[in-house]
C-alpha cells in the first residue's frame, strides 16, 4: 500500500559540485563521492532527506544545493 504523501511530488535537491575536495580530509573526499559528485561542476539531483542534508552540511563549503 502506497504511503499518504506518495500522490505529492517529491522534493529533489540538485547538488553541483563547485570546489575540489582534493586538500580536504578523506571523509570529506568520501561524502561527495557518497552524494555521486565525481568531477568539477557536476551536478546530481537527489531526494530531499535527513540523510542527504546531514551529508550536504558537512560538505557546504564544496556543493550549491537548489530546491527543485
Known amino acids: 500500500m502506497a504511503s499518504p504523501n506518495s500522490n505529492a511530488a517529491a522534493k529533489k535537491l540538485r547538488i553541483t ?34 540523510a542527504v542534508r546531514g551529508m550536504i552540511a558537512k560538505v557546504l563549503h564544496l556543493v550549491t544545493v537548489e530546491e527543485l
Request: hydrophobic share 30%.
Open 17 to 50: 559540485l563547485v570546489r575540489s575536495p582534493l586538500g580536504n580530509t578523506q571523509r570529506h573526499k568520501d561524502t561527495v563521492r557518497a552524494l555521486g559528485l565525481r568531477k568539477l561542476h557536476q551536478a546530481v539531483e537527489q531526494a530531499d532527506t535527513p
